[in-house]
T-cell receptor
Framework: EAQVTQNPRYLITVTGKKLTVTCSQN?????MSWYRQDPGLGLRQIYY???????DKGDVPEGYKVSRKEKRNFPLILESPSPNQTSLYFC?????????????FGPGTRLTVL | GQQLNQSPQSMFIQEGEDVSMNCTSS?????WLWYKQDPGEGPVLLIA?????ELTSNGRLTAQFGITRKDSFLNISASIPSDVGIYFC????????????FGQGTTLQVKP
């Protein structure tokens, strides 16, 4: 089944404890992206990747890192999480960036930072 | 960052009623998209619009790409309980970064 998977789905952690949220897609998509969803703000892009080893900042990159060593994986890294990073996170992928290429979203990771 | 203004924020309607929601932007978009998010899941694409003035249907859903390229609306006819969820408009940011600019979402509740 073609899909985007994220792990974990739920995470409660404490300020300053490094964490990684994994994202994997099995559709051979070149483009992958991370969004965060907050009430009243919709989804905002954190980072995106056009292809392997090519990543760039979105609208809200502060406090986050990403890597794209393989085409299928695009982990989101929080080196020192803070409470304002409590949010619902979505990974998305598409064949290529933009145009008619539909972005498929993962099921989300709900992160709480205490 | 840039945002779209989506309204209404929430709607509580009776089953069988029609629903209308819209999005406006101060910027021009070349592509408008409408997504639905069910509880505990990621957004799923409902309708994509690629041309100013375009009117597209998907079952009971109809969406239009505004002539000015700064707005779009979504209509749902004869609502049913499974229409419950959050609906998002999104504009595809120009510059080929693939970035989607999302509206704040419209939460729809349908009373059987």
């Amino acid at each position: 089944e073609a899909q985007v998977t994220q792990n974990p789905r739920y995470l409660i952690t404490v300020t300053g404890k490094k964490l990684t949220v994994t994202c994997s897609q099995n559709m051979n998509h070149e483009y992958m992206s991370w969004y965060r969803q907050d009430p009243g703000l919709g989804l905002r892009q954190i980072y995106y990747s056009m292809n392997v080893e090519v990543t760039d900042k979105g609208d809200v990159p502060e406090g986050y890192k990403v890597s794209r060593k393989e085409k299928r994986n695009f982990p989101l890294i929080l080196e020192s999480p803070s409470p304002n990073q409590t949010s619902l996170y979505f990974c998305a992928s598409s064949f290529k960036a933009g145009g008619v290429n539909e972005q498929f979203f993962g099921p989300g990771t709900r992160l709480t930072v205490l | 960052g840039q945002q779209l203004n989506q309204s209404p924020q929430s709607m509580f309607i009776q089953e069988g009623e029609d629903v209308s929601m819209n999005c406006t932007s101060s910027s021009i978009f070349n592509t408008w998209l409408w997504y639905k998010q069910d509880p505990g899941e990621g957004p799923v694409l409902l309708i994509a619009l690629y041309k100013a003035g375009e009117l597209t249907s998907n079952g009971r859903l109809t969406a239009q790409f505004g002539i000015t390229r700064k707005d779009s609306f979504l209509n749902i006819s004869a609502s049913i309980p499974s229409d419950v969820g959050i609906y998002f408009c999104a504009g595809l940011y120009s510059g080929n970064t693939g970035k989607l600019i999302f509206g704040q979402g419209t939460t729809l509740q349908v009373k059987p």
